[in-house]
């Protein structure tokens, strides 16, 4: 047997490319993942999902720590912050779970070859390190790399003053002003890590609201709750630049097409840019071998994430669709599952979006929005987190929980969740969404009591008007 020559090679070990590599070596393939940086995991856990989620935790017992156990009659003196302390426990978590990931590839008998891939023919990869170079073929080749932050034209990221959330998770120091240019996930979650820290954070938006793909309703509740927390919002206007006033930055902000005259300013220690992320494709010498990407620079594929050439695949943030972690995994599997003759499939109806916020913000399925867009006519049933005995026992009584069925059939259509650890609570929704629940099917599941995910049974009930808490 050749070494250098794969059933499967997946460029890119995020969660897309990894766990794509797993599901094929289980499936009997000899795989290759091909990583550029010495860790693996991808953007997710290097810089981005759970460097974030550990800084959100930690940043939300320090909060906790200052505001609320005090409540519970428990005083903290002298209570203080330790940024450097912080980081080297988020360091350690990634290290664990790169490990861990490492572990699973031998386990599993995948090669992992460190270095940049790019195509040397429809089957044969080019993989570039400090090492030097070798050339490996594979029957077939799964791209899965991921995507990068967009840079604004008037703030290139300089990595110090200007920053993109690869360096928001890893300030040496709190900034005192924090200005954050996007109110998406990426900039809500690490506003509010900052901010609970200790910066004054401000967030200009291009749209009128935070969060342009979530449901109205809350979104609008998200914002009142980060206004609560102390963060500032300027809506509709972008971000055009940065000027030095009195030795202080401040980053200009106006109508998009509007006259320099109506631009207003903002001080800023630092900035950071979260206005989306684009296609990872550069590099690959994709035109070499014929792979198409459509006009964002994303690879095109059809439903069995096949590109425009014969045996070249790609997943994950690189293709159209939502960037999630989840989203990608679920597309690798798939995708190798029908390379094996199986049958892949990923429900694209069920994807769940989280944003990791205090309280946090989830859903799946349809917004009012969507359903009104289509004519759908629907019933809602809502639930509000005040009137759920743990949610008050917890003291994380805040938001609520919203159900969208059809008006017809009763399907369930959307859930939404604002409250606590609705990153878990929405797993009941999306199972029931899978299964083809009614809103009547989750009215009457037994839930325990007490426990949050009774007020998902509650939304059901109200759903019907008879919700039997409120
Ligand atoms: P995003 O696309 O979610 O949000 C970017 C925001 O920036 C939008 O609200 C947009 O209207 C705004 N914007 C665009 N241009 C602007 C300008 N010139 N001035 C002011 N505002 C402007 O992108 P984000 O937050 O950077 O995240 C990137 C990707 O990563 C997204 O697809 C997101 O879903 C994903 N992600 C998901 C997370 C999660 O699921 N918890 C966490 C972090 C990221």
């Known amino acids: 047997m050749n070494v250098n020559q794969y059933d499967l090679a997946v460029i890119g070990a995020g969660p897309g490319g990894y766990v794509a590599a797993i599901r094929a070596a289980q499936l009997g393939l000899r795989v290759a993942c091909i990583e550029k940086e010495s860790r693996l995991g991808g953007t997710c856990l290097r810089v981005g999902c759970i460097p974030s989620k550990a800084l959100l935790e930690s940043s939300e017992k320090f909060v906790q720590a200052k505001e609320h156990f005090g409540d519970h009659g428990i005083h903290t003196e002298n209570l203080r912050i330790d940024i450097s302390a912080m980081m080297t426990r988020k360091n350690q978590i990634i290290e664990t779970l790169a490990n861990g990931i490492s572990g699973l590839f031998k386990k599993n008998k995948i090669d992992h070859a460190h270095g940049t891939a790019s195509f040397l023919a429809p089957n044969q990869l080019q993989i570039s390190s400090s090492a030097g170079t070798r050339t490996i073929s594979a029957s077939r080749i799964l791209i899965a790399t991921g995507s990068v932050p967009i840079e604004l034209p008037g703030l290139p990221f300089d990595g110090k003053r200007v920053i993109s959330s690869d360096q928001a998770i890893a300030l040496e120091k709190v900034p005192q002003q924090l200005v954050v240019i996007g109110a ?6 690490l506003g509010s890590v900052w901010s609970r820290l200790g910066s004054q954070v401000t967030v200009l938006e291009l749209f009128p609201a935070v969060l342009p793909g979530a449901d109205e309703e809350m979104a609008r509740q998200m914002e009142r709750t980060l206004r609560d ?107 190798v599952e029908l390379i094996c003759g199986k049958a892949g499939h990923v429900n694209y109806d ?61 399907r369930v259509l959307g859930v939404h969740i604002f409250g606590p650890q609705a990153s878990s609570l929405i797993a009941e929704a999306g199972v029931a969404m899978e299964f083809g629940a009614s809103s009547e099917d989750i009215a009457r599941t037994c839930h325990a009591h007490p426990s949050l995910p009774e007020t998902l049974k509650e939304a059901a009930l109200a759903v019907d008007g008879r919700t039997i808490n409120s």
Not at 184 to 189: D, M, R, S, V
Not at 245 to 268: N, W, Y
Not at 357 to 371: D, N, R, S, Y
Not at 387 to 399: F, K, S, V, Y
Request: glycine share 10%.
């Open 229 to 335: 927390q102390g963060m500032k919002f300027h809506f509709g206007i972008t971000a055009k630049g940065l000027k030095e006033e009195k030795k202080r930055l401040q980053v200009v902000f106006g109508p998009s097409d509007g006259p320099a005259d109506k631009d207003s300013s903002t001080p800023a220690d630092v900035v950071l840019v979260a206005v989306g992320r684009r296609a990872a494709a550069q590099g690959l010498n994709l035109e070499k071998v014929g792979v198409n990407c459509d006009s964002r620079g994303r690879i095109v594929v059809n439903h069995k994430w096949e590109t425009s050439v014969p045996n070249i695949y790609a997943i994950g943030d690189v293709i159209a669709g939502p960037m999630l972690a989840h989203k990608a995994e679920e597309e690798g599997i798939a995708a």
């Open 184 to 189: 998406g996930a990426i900039g809500l979650e």
């Open 350 to 410: 069920t994807i769940p979006y989280v944003v990791y916020t205090a309280p946090e913000l989830a859903w799946v399925g349809k917004t009012e929005a969507q359903l009104k867009e289509k004519s759908i006519s629907y019933r809602t049933g809502k639930f509000r987190f005040a009137a759920n005995a743990r949610a008050l026992c917890m003291d994380e009584a805040q938001g609520l929980v919203k159900i969208l069925a059809d008006a017809r059939t009763d």
